[in-house]
């Protein structure tokens, strides 16, 4: 999870600034993290299994 936690676009922006040792206690917007997994599920469709190991999938493929 936390992998995938440091791809998603609300928690790049939470973490701007600070080095990637540096612990950030950056609050995370409701609506923005709400707004972020609308439209992954629009891409993706998270909503099914299928579509949730796409997302994963494409997500790991970004960190490596």
Known sequence: MRH???QETPWMEARKGYGKTIPSSELLPKDRIMQYYIAVNQKYGIDTEKGLKM???DILDQAS
């Open 4 to 6: 995938i936690r440091r």
């Open 55 to 57: 997302y994963i999938h």
